[in-house]
RNA sequence: CGGGGUGUAGCGCAGCCUGGUAGCGCACUUGCUUUGGGAGCAAGUUGUCGGGGGUUCGAAUCCCUCCACCCCGACCA
């Protein structure tokens, strides 16, 4: 490709509206523009992104033996009433209607409509096991949209429907695609890893997260430093304290801590480790006020919350629930003495084993200190993991330690089990004659998201330094002073061709423009290999060859500097 | 949905407080010069100042209202 036969449309300066990297390096390189909140056009230099990494999707779920289909992104609701998921999906489902107030929605997944396809068509066991993908554009209304097309509302994802005849049969064709994924995000050469991950709405039972490592990512991971345990952390167990609680040293005190609502404040007012204090936090589930109990340095995880028993469905309490359970305002919550008539107590396992602690007094401008189970209040009524993990816990499988770091979700696989197949009447015909619901997985892949996300972990502060298998262009050659220099023109023209006839995509870089611009549109746009070719190089007889992440370049013998370039990209 | 912020040329911004009919840089067009890291000079082009309403002789500027976009939050008691 020349450069003066594209669309180049790179911009100095990012628009206001792009906070993150990745999103200010997209808008700048001209890969997309923004056309409203989380909508994004993509352009030429974008799409060549775009189609290089599908182009591997496609090739891994092929050869992983999923076959490719396409299904409508508006469907009616009808279907999604089926499953229930019409209403739960809430406000996140984009709902139309067309002009004979039919309803739709514009599908933010498809679990609806191929389980449609397959109980109409799938009929025998003999038909089994079947994986049925496309590459389609989905709509989520995100609650916010935000950086760029890492959490756009419209984008492109690759998703994946297996059939099986049995939960055996499920595992397996769920392994596969687990392998395959592997495959993928190797094959697009970024640094990734899959982690165990938590089923959310779409439910099932195993579940796991392709995570690309990126310091900006929005989830955290946690995996362990001894073993190859890995789990986003709102997954991640945290075991319990292993040493017994200890016996009860301290007297029970309750000081004042006026206008100090906090643990931190608290732990800052009485000279005390944060460690020491346990927070009050009070939920209401199946109309009854629970009160969970978290040491002061930890944080909630709202996932594990909703798993312990008796608060699926849990809400923060009212300030008027607060005040009528436990005598006290909020900030100033504790255990001890409540009425455990009106209230439950949820401890987390770090704060059940935990003694001489500091905890609100349940009146305002109080806190107790020296306060421990079973001599100053009753026992916790349930104890549970409800904290998220803290970098040094141990690791869940016994094995060495856990440590923290950020990604952003690309892929994520789930074993679905009977889910839809059930609530849709989708059966098969098995081996015995009866009629059975099929084993379901579901098997997701951002495609636009992993754009963004390999910008994210490729950048730098001159542009994006794309992976070879992502680059909208393979190489650039940039000939310095073409239009003034026959002779560089010609070398360029040669060098050009040479390797556009090898078949590598090059970008020959001919506009009038002073070298500043061409090499700094190089950069911006990310084209991992270039070449220079100038009057001083071919005085020499050279053409100067730097990778993007090369901080010097080389001088390549211009006859060998096609080859020298395809030797670089198939290593 | 709550809070904060921003909307002025394609992009980045100033002007607004203290009303007087719109400006800077980049980009774009033309010409000349220049050409090994985002050129220089000269001459141009580009605006319903987010929309609507109001106050006023007069509104980008003041008031009301709507809209769009961005950030933080929507747990931490």
Avoid at 15 to 39: D, N, T, W
Wanted: net charge neutral; aromatic share 8%; with cysteine.
């Amino acid at each position: 490709m020349r450069a003066s036969q594209f669309f180049l449309a790179t911009l100095k300066e990012a628009p206001q509206e792009a906070e993150l990297a990745s999103h200010k390096l997209m808008l700048r390189a001209g890969l997309i523009r923004k056309l409203g909140s989380g909508l994004y056009s993509w352009l030429p230099a974008g799409i060549r992104v775009l189609r290089k990494v599908e182009r591997i999707v496609r090739e891994e779920m092929d050869r992983a033996g999923a076959l490719e289909v396409i299904m409508p992104p508006v469907q009616p609701a009808e279907l999604w009433q089926e499953t229930g998921r019409w209403e739960l999906y809430g406000p996140m489902m984009l709902r139309i209607k067309d002009r004979a107030e039919r309803e739709f929605c514009y599908a933010p997944t498809a679990e609806e409509v191929i389980t449609d396809i397959a109980r109409k068509e799938l009929r025998s066991y003999r038909q089994l096991p079947v994986n049925f993908y496309q590459i389609q554009t989905k709509f989520r209304d995100e609650i916010r949209p935000r950086f760029g097309v890492l959490r756009a509302r419209e984008f492109s994802m690759k998703d994946a429907y297996s059939f099986d005849a049995d939960e055996a049969g499920m595992l397996a064709s769920y392994r596969r695609m687990f392998d395959a994924y592997g495959r993928i995000f190797t094959r697009l050469g970024l640094k990734f890893r899959s982690v165990a991950a938590d089923s959310g709405e779409i439910g099932g039972s195993a579940s796991n997260e392709f995570q690309v490592l990126a310091d900006s990512g929005e989830d955290q991971i946690a995996y362990s430093d001894a073993s190859d345990y890995a789990a986003n952390i709102e997954q991640a167990e945290a075991l319990a304290p292993s040493a017994p609680r200890a016996a009860a040293s301290a007297p029970l005190k309750k000081d004042p801590t006026p206008g100090v609502s906090t643990c931190e404040g608290v732990a800052k007012l009485w000279n005390e480790p944060l460690a020491r204090t346990v927070k009050a936090i009070l939920l209401t589930a199946n109309d009854r006020v629970h009160m969970l109990l978290i040491r002061g340095d930890h944080s909630v995880n709202e996932i594990k919350v909703g798993k312990v028993p008796g608060l699926k469905g849990w809400r923060w309490s009212t300030d008027g629930e607060i005040l009528a359970a436990a005598g006290g305002p909020a900030g100033y919550l504790g255990p001890v003495g409540l009425d455990r008539a009106k209230i439950t107590v949820v401890a987390d396992r770090t704060v059940a084993a935990m003694s001489d602690f500091i905890c609100g007094a349940n009146e305002k401008d109080f806190h107790l200190r020296g306060a421990n189970w079973g001599r100053d209040c009753p026992e916790p009524d349930l104890v549970a993991d409800v904290r998220n993990v803290v970098a040094g816990d141990p690791s869940p499988d016994g094995k060495g330690r856990l440590a923290l770091v950020r990604g952003i979700e690309v892929g994520h696989v789930f074993a679905l089990g009977r889910r839809y197949s059930e609530a849709m009447g989708a059966t098969f015909t098995a081996e015995d004659g009866a009629q059975r619901p099929f084993e379901m997985g579901c098997y997701g892949i951002g495609i636009t998201r992993i754009v963004g996300a390999a910008i994210e972990q490729n950048h730098d502060e001159r542009g994006i330094i794309w992976p070879d298998p992502m680059a909208p262009f393979a190489v650039a050659v940039i000939p310095l002073g073409l239009h003034k220099s026959e002779a560089v023109k010609a070398a360029a023209e040669k060098l050009y061709g040479e390797l556009a006839g090898a078949g590598v995509e090059a970008f020959l870089d001919d506009r009038n423009e002073r070298p500043g611009v061409l090499l700094a549109d190089q950069e911006l746009v990310g084209i991992p290999h270039r070449l220079v070719i100038g009057e001083r190089g071919l005085k020499e007889g050279i053409a100067e060859y730097q990778h993007r992440r090369d901080a010097q370049a080389t001088k390549v013998p211009l006859a060998e500097a096609a080859a020298f370039v395809r030797a670089r990209l198939a290593g």
